[in-house]
């Protein structure tokens, strides 16, 4: 696609699982591997965009020309991108954020004790891409949805209740797609549009999201 159509622009992406400990060794997680969220940085580098990677634990290298910040909670990943969401023009949250961290981190490892059933309390994380979509100064905001059932219903949803302009849907019941897979298959949501993107691989999937995504950001085209 065109190496010019994100020149000038900065992008902040938010890639990979976030980690939620409960004690120095334990923790609550998920399976994002980081894959889309990468991919999605280097086809928004090769579209001429600044950007800027805030990722979750991931087992991959950084794309060359990319600032990444590495990060491990959802409170640590709110705090990196609100630190550089100030100056972007786009913001895209592929990351895979736990809704839920342990309400306390033990200090030490936590022993096994006599009883069959152990209790963890959690409290509600913060909303990275609500949060950022409430900003005076809103980026045009992306969203992913991740979802088992009625996935356009329940991305259409969250379109509307964090504000985001576009969302972008994957069914992650499947395991040919989604977490951790190398391909992925999804429909591109905006409030009056629903674009199917077929099954390809998670970089050829992010040069098409780039060229919507700057499309429906200058608002020359309806993906
Ligand atoms: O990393 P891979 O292995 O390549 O897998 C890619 C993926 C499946 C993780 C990716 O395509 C994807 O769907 N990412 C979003 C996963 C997710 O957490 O979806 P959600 O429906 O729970 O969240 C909706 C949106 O809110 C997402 O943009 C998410 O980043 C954001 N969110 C969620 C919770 C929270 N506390 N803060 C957030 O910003």
Do not use: W
Not at 84 to 89: E, K, L, P, T
Not at 137 to 161: C, H, M, S, W
Request: aromatic residues 4%; negative net charge.
């Amino acid at each position: 696609f065109d190496r010019g159509l994100l020149a000038g622009q900065h992008v902040v992406i938010t890639a990979g699982p976030t980690r939620e400990a409960i004690d120095p060794v334990r923790y609550i997680s998920n399976h994002s591997s980081g894959k889309m969220g990468y991919s999605l940085a280097e086809a928004a580098i090769d579209a001429g965009a600044q950007v800027t990677l805030i990722s979750g634990p991931v087992n991959l290298p950084a794309p060359a020309r990319c600032q990444r910040v590495m990060v491990e909670s959802a409170e640590q990943m709110l705090e990196a991108s609100l630190n550089h969401v100030s100056q972007c023009d786009i913001f895209i949250a592929s990351a895979a954020v736990a809704d839920y961290r342990p309400a306390a981190i033990a200090e030490h490892k936590m022993k096994k004790g006599k009883e069959e059933i152990m209790e963890l309390h959690l409290v509600k994380n913060p909303d990275i891409v609500a949060t950022v979509a409430a900003l005076e100064n809103k980026p045009f905001t992306v969203g992913f949805a991740a979802e088992t059932k009625d996935v356009i219903g329940y991305a259409q949803g969250k379109l509307v209740r964090k504000n985001l302009d576009l969302i972008i849907a994957n069914d992650v019941s499947r395991s040919d797609i989604g977490f951790n897979s190398d391909d992925n298959a999804v429909s591109v949501i905006s409030i009056d549009s629903i674009k199917e993107l077929p099954l390809c691989s998670k970089r050829q999937l992010a040069a098409k999201l780039v060229e919507i995504i700057a499309q429906a950001q200058t608002g020359s085209a309806k993906p």
